[in-house]
Structure formats: structure tokens, C-alpha cells
Nanobody
């Protein structure tokens, strides 16, 4: 059974940082690209980042470049999202998602999602 479990969300002040973690199991993690996707209150899903199967390629949404960094540790079957210089508009539920292919240069078809972790940026 495929499982994706996110953690690391919380309440942070503007300008602060958080590191999200996604623990994966039930599939061969290093065969697939992985993504982060978020959903702000009252809005649709927004692609955040994608990481290729081997971690060599990373794509970040334009509005988050320079602030967010995605990484993965295939030995630990774990995906990370380091978020710095957080803004109120980053408030959202953040999901990790398994891509159906090894490479992902942007939003891609996903076949599994985690339950999400809430990130709230507020003073």
C-alpha cells in the first residue's frame, strides 16, 4: 500500500522558515519523481515543486524561486521542502504527491497524495 505522510507544518511569522517532510512507503521511491502541491484557503491546487527520481533535477514555481528548496533522500524514502522568507500568501495545506513518471518538469499527473500538512504564516 502506497503511503505518503507529510509533517513539519505549523504556524510561523512572516519572514520565518519551515521544513516540510514527506515520508514515502509502499513503492520504489527512487523510480519516481515527486512533487509538492499546495492549496490555499478557498483556492484551487497550486503546483509548488518537482524533484526527479534521482534528485538531479528540481523545478520550483516561479513565485517561490529563491525562497523554497526541494530535496529528497532516496536512502530514507523521504522528500523535503525547505521554505524560507515565508509570506502570508504561502498559507496553505501542503501535499506531497507521487508522480507517475521518473521525470517531472512541472505539474504532472499524480497517482498518490498524502493527507497534507497545514502551513499558516501570520503575525
Amino acid at each position: 500500500e502506497v503511503q505518503l505522510v507529510e509533517s513539519g507544518g505549523g504556524l510561523v511569522q512572516p519572514g520565518g522558515s519551515l521544513r516540510l517532510t514527506c515520508a514515502a512507503s509502499g513503492f520504489t521511491f527512487d523510480d519516481y519523481a515527486m512533487s509538492w502541491v499546495r492549496q490555499a484557503p478557498g483556492k484551487g491546487l497550486e503546483w509548488v515543486s518537482s524533484k526527479s527520481y534521482n534528485g538531479e533535477s528540481t523545478y520550483i514555481a516561479e513565485s517561490m524561486k529563491g525562497r523554497f528548496t526541494a530535496s529528497r533522500d532516496n536512502a530514507k524514502n523521504t522528500l523535503y521542502l525547505q521554505m524560507d522568507s515565508l509570506k502570508s500568501e504561502d498559507t496553505a495545506v501542503y501535499y506531497c504527491a507521487k508522480v507517475t513518471t521518473a521525470q517531472a518538469m512541472g505539474p504532472m499527473p499524480y497517482d498518490y497524495w498524502g493527507q497534507g500538512t497545514q502551513v499558516t504564516v501570520s503575525s
